[in-house]
């Protein structure tokens, strides 16, 4: 049978070394396009932007991202190319500096679309080094690998408290260092990987010692990937109403200042990457399958609670919120990379563009639907969709998949 591309061979032992450094670069990366989201209520008052304006933006460089992933991907599960990873966070660099000069609407849309470029190039990849560097690991090691993320992510309230609100929009330009550093680590991240082996993938599934063909069919499979992208939806949909409106909601229905509700944010952000770094070695240990659907079903109650709650409490609701939310999203990746051997670069690719794209859609969307209604209504609205999360006991079981 034909060879149709090449996979990676994981090693039999954890790199940690290797598994910080992306982990880093993740929290730089994500940091830096963390400003867009912190510099809304900003762009907001000073270019007199709608809320459908504001969504769009979120929407321009996720979906840029979104598109992008699943072609980096893919063209790197053929032919590996190591030293894309330090370029990507160039065209971030170019996104960060037009972003701290934009005079205007349009200029903030080219900017965003950079940073999403880059952002399309860094996150499969870096994701492919994460498996590589797992060896027997894998939860632990993507886990490693998006906690960075996250955290990078909780800091852009923080900024806009300390940062923004009392310096403005030009004091985005600060991030060019996180850039430059995130280059740096990325060289050398790089010229790790470089020096991976690969060997052939193939087309075929696997067989067993008879002859006889072994894992899951292949209408299975496709199932399993359909159940996942749904579960993808509702917590980055989720997500996305409380990364980009929750900060208004607490400013229109409670009064609070702009640095107090995005102290509220930094919470949510925060709580979110402790439950990302716990996800994966709980998954590791009690099966990723019943992480994930504890993970998304588990955090219904606290979000369909959560608009009917005093200031105190939703701020308790929203924490717990992100906290069991977020310890899904690195599972759903290595269980798909388990469903799809061979297809890491894919595989990471589709569901880091879906998580982007998903996320900046439903900013676009949820923002003029807020614009039409109220930013209330929006909240009630996505309560709900943690409630997907009963679809992922419909998927298979972990032993099923490694077959």
């Not at 027997?136 to 900024?159: D, T």
């Amino acid at each position: 049978m034909a060879n149709t591309g090449v996979k990676a061979v994981p090693l039999t032992s954890t790199v940690f070394p290797i598994l910080f450094a992306i982990s880093i670069v993740h929290l730089l990366n994500d940091t830096m396009q963390s400003t867009i989201s912190a510099l809304f209520p900003i762009l907001k008052e000073t270019l007199q932007l709608s809320y459908s304006q504001i969504g769009l933006i979120a929407f321009a460089m996720n979906i840029t991202a979104s598109f992008l992933q699943p072609v980096v991907g893919l063209y790197a599960d053929v032919k590996p190319r190591p030293y894309i990873l330090p370029l990507g966070v160039c065209f971030t660099l170019v996104g960060i500096v037009s972003l701290a000069l934009a005079p205007s609407f349009a200029i903030i849309l080219l900017s965003v679309i950079a940073m999403g470029v880059g952002s399309a190039i860094f996150h499969p990849e870096s994701s492919r080094v994460a498996y590589l560097a797992a060896g027997g690991q894998r939860g632990l090691a993507q886990s490693i690998f998006q906690v960075g993320g996250n955290i990078g992510s909780s800091l852009g309230p923080i900024m806009t408290a300390l940062i923004f609100a009392s310096y403005g929009q030009f004091s985005v330009i600060w991030f060019t260092f996180a850039a430059i550093a995130g280059i740096v680590i990325q060289y050398f991240v790089a010229g790790w990987y470089s020096r991976q082996p690969v060997m052939p993938r193939s087309a075929g599934r696997a067989k067993s010692a008879d002859g006889q063909t072994v894992g899951l069919s292949r209408n299975k499979v496709t199932a399993a990937v359909v159940i996942l992208v749904f579960l993808v939806f509702s917590k980055h949909v989720y997500m996305s109403s409380i990364t980009s409106f929750y900060s208004f909601y607490l400013i229109e229905d409670y009064g609070v200042t702009v640095e107090h509700a995005q102290l509220f944010l930094f919470a949510f952000l925060a709580a979110s990457a402790a439950g990302t770094f716990f996800g994966g070695p709980l998954a590791d240990r009690y099966g990723r399958r019943n992480i994930i659907w504890l993970s998304i079903l588990g955090t219904a109650p606290f979000s369909i609670l959560l608009p009917f709650a005093n200031l105190f409490w939703s701020g308790v609701l929203v924490v717990c919120a992100g906290f069991v939310l977020s310890s899904a999203f690195s599972i759903i990746v290595v269980y798909a990379q388990e469903l799809l051997p061979g297809k890491v670069g894919l595989v990471s690719g589709l569901f880091f563009g879906l998580a982007f794209g998903l996320g900046g859609l439903g900013s676009a969307v949820l923002g003029s639907i807020a614009d039409a209604t109220s930013i209330a209504f929006i909240m009630k609205m996505c309560a709900f969709l943690p409630l997907l999360g009963i679809l992922a006991v419909l998927l298979p079981k972990d032993d099923e998949v490694r077959a």
